[in-house]
């Protein structure tokens, strides 16, 4: 590279083709993610991206971009409810200290445990 301005037009294509590729990669994700596209749609779409890759990332995301939004949030929100399953059944039966003292509070009440007992819960489950 002779001067800076041949570093910089290199940067630049080098930042257009990562950014292109993310997209390419986001719409291929996107395509196999969307059960509703039949496998021969999938195959259009694929063989255009391959042949014709700018002009048909450009129509998939003008044409699907919705779709594809509401499909990333769906996947976001059920690996959360995974994450939040697999929390809860490591933690397991591990309470907040309010469901604690809700439940010392439910066997004072029934007779089951004496004051003393119920404070002595409480200033475990709140210290």
């Keep these: 590279m002779d001067s800076f301005w041949d570093f910089f037009w290199f940067i630049l294509s080098f930042f257009l083709l990562m950014a292109y590729l993310v997209v390419l990669f986001q719409i291929l994700t996107d395509l196999f993610r969307d059960k509703d596209t039949s496998g021969w749609a999938k195959a259009f779409w694929v063989l255009f991206l391959i042949f014709l890759p700018l002009l048909t990332s450009l129509v998939y995301l003008i044409a699907r971009g919705q779709g ?15 994450t939040d399953a697999y929390i809860k059944s ?28 119920f404070d002595a819960i409480k200033a475990k489950a709140l210290s």
């Design 90 to 117: 490591v933690a397991g039966s591990s309470s907040t200290p309010a469901d604690e003292i809700h439940k010392a509070k439910a066997l004072l009440d029934s007779g089951a445990i004496s004051q003393q007992e």
């Design 68 to 82: 594809m939004a509401e499909r990333n949030i769906a996947a976001i929100n059920a690996a959360q409810a995974d």
